[in-house]
């Protein structure tokens, strides 16, 4: 499939659909927090490359492109989830349900917690 000197992707064998595929660097790095700065644009590459290429050999509309970082991580190596996608494929929920702030300060509040840990 995608194999290289950095990088490897191979379909899941309990895949969402057909075609579900997993690409992984092939040092170990549990996150994506651990993986170090010059294999992240590769990453994404290849990962671009595997969203064109799994719709158009699946005969899909799109692609679903993810990764678990710790929680829901069934294995502990960083890995990304290509999953081709079409309209009413029932898929539901893979996002859980989406939930409000409790208003605009919270809201706010939110923003600068992110912002000062982006500082920090």
Do not use: C
Not at 46 to 71: D, K
Not at 87 to 113: C, M, N, Q, S, V
Request: glycine content about 6%.
């Amino acid at each position: 499939m995608l194999s290289d000197d950095e990088f490897v992707a191979f379909l899941d064998v309990r895949p969402v659909f057909p075609g579900h595929v997993l690409l992984v660097p092939r040092e170990h790095h549990r996150t994506f927090a651990d993986l170090p700065p010059t294999l992240v644009a590769p990453l994404f590459s290849r990962a671009q490359r595997l969203s064109v290429a799994v719709p158009e050999a699946m005969e899909a509309v799109g692609t679903f492109v993810a990764m678990n970082n710790v929680v829901s991580q069934s294995v502990p190596h960083l890995h990304v989830h290509v999953v081709p996608r079409s309209p009413k494929d029932g898929l539901r929920g893979f996002f859980w349900p989406r939930t409000r702030y409790d208003g605009d300060d919270h809201l706010a509040a939110t923003g600068a917690a992110i912002r000062a840990a982006l500082e920090g």
